[in-house]
């Protein structure tokens, strides 16, 4: 069994900066990949980023330049820096582990004032 939990979310101002943690706990023995999605109301889930185990960065195609994704492996903490936030930005963030398992997390919101 593996948990997935996020936080770090919260409200800031456009232009400004937040950074979200995911720890994974559990059984995470294996190949894994820890990746961080978005969502709003009436939208899919939209991928930011993922890593692999041994730190294989991919980014989603929209997000590329201002959203970096980070891991500190002894803590098996994935971590999502955001700069230069904007109002469309608003969202709840997701962490994902995809290994043996497939599991999510129950979300951090985010909210960019304008």
């Known amino acids: 069994q593996v948990q997935v939990v996020e936080s770090g979310g919260g409200l800031v101002q456009t232009g400004g900066s937040l950074k979200l943690s995911c720890v994974v706990t559990?059984?995470?023995?294996?190949?894994?990949?820890t990746a961080w999605y978005r969502q709003t109301p009436g939208k899919g889930r939209e991928l930011i980023a993922d890593i692999s185990k041994f730190g294989t960065i991919n980014y989603g195609d929209v997000l590329r330049g201002r959203f970096t994704i980070s891991r500190d492996s002894t803590s098996n903490t994935v971590y999502l820096q955001m700069n230069n936030l904007k109002p469309e930005d608003t969202a709840a963030y997701y962490c994902r582990y995809i290994g043996k398992v497939d599991t999510w997390g129950q979300g951090t919101q985010v909210t960019v004032s304008s």
């Open positions: 559990g059984d995470i023995s294996g190949y894994y990949t």
